[in-house]
T-cell receptor, first 114, second 114 residues
Framework: DSGVTQTPKHLITATGQRVTLRCSPR?????VYWYQQSLDQGLQFLIQ???????AKGNILERFSAQQFPDLHSELNLSSLELGDSALYFCASSVGPNSNQPQHFGDGTRLSIL | GENVGLHLPTLSVQEGDNSIINCAYSNSASDYFIWYKQESGKGPQFIID?????DKRQGQRVTVLLNKTVKHLSLQIAATQPGDSAVYFC?????????????FGKGTLLTVNP
């Protein structure tokens, strides 16, 4: 058990809809990262928050947004969903803001767009 | 540019044998490397990491070797067990220009035959 909790585990919705994915980091970790994993793209970094502030953006679409709350949990919002958004979405957390330390992953949310 | 990749997409070994999974990277500024194991339906699980001031690090049944001259990383698993069957990812990070994120390779599927 990594200590990172993601909900829901599975989400099935239709094109054009909006969903929210939730992540609780490990106790003591201030950084939260969101990744998208698909068969053809592997693990793609989306966005990072550190202690409530956005720190870095990766390959995140404008239809997607995220935030980190004062209690350090994070939410990833996906809107105007398209078939191609079907993927596994992972959250990871680490103690500090930089990439020279382990990131610990949750078990992901599987998003299926019908 | 950044490029972390794996030489072998699949590896099949007999139970009890040693496994070696290889990874190449191209960003010479990376100074932190990490291996993850991902089992079906789960998130990537931290195995072992190594910093660029080392060329070898050992864990329980696992060893990571780093060759900075040829930008090569390997994960050795001793006495491979069926429970080791999974996809293994290498990732690079650290204090280079993209020090906010880990860059992941595509992964190698390890299958252990009983």
């Amino acid at each position: 058990d990594s200590g990172v909790t993601q909900t829901p585990k599975h989400l099935i919705t239709a094109t054009g809809q909006r969903v929210t994915l939730r992540c609780s980091p490990r106790s003591g970790d201030l950084s939260v990262y969101w990744y998208q994993q698909s068969l053809d793209q592997g693990l793609q970094f989306l966005i990072q928050y550190y202690n409530g502030e956005e720190r870095a953006k990766g390959n995140i679409l404008e239809r997607f947004s995220a935030q980190q709350f004062p209690d350090l949990h994070s939410e990833l919002n996906l809107s105007s969903l398209e078939l191609g958004d079907s993927a596994l979405y992972f959250c990871a957390s680490s103690v500090g803001p930089n990439s020279n330390q382990p990131q610990h992953f949750g078990d992901g949310t599987r998003l299926s767009i019908l | 540019g950044e490029n972390v990749g794996l030489h072998l997409p699949t590896l099949s070994v007999q139970e009890g044998d040693n496994s070696i999974i290889n990874c190449a990277y191209s960003n010479s500024a990376s100074d932190y490397f990490i291996w993850y194991k991902q089992e079906s339906g789960k998130g990537p699980q931290f195995i072992i990491d190594i910093r660029s001031n080392m060329d070898k690090r050992q864990g329980q049944r696992v060893t990571v070797l780093l060759n900075k001259t040829v930008k090569h990383l390997s994960l050795q698993i001793a006495a491979t067990q069926p429970g080791d069957s999974a996809v293994y990812f290498c990732a690079e990070g650290g204090s280079g220009g993209s020090n906010y994120k880990l860059t992941f390779g595509k992964g190698t599927l390890l299958t252990v035959n009983p």
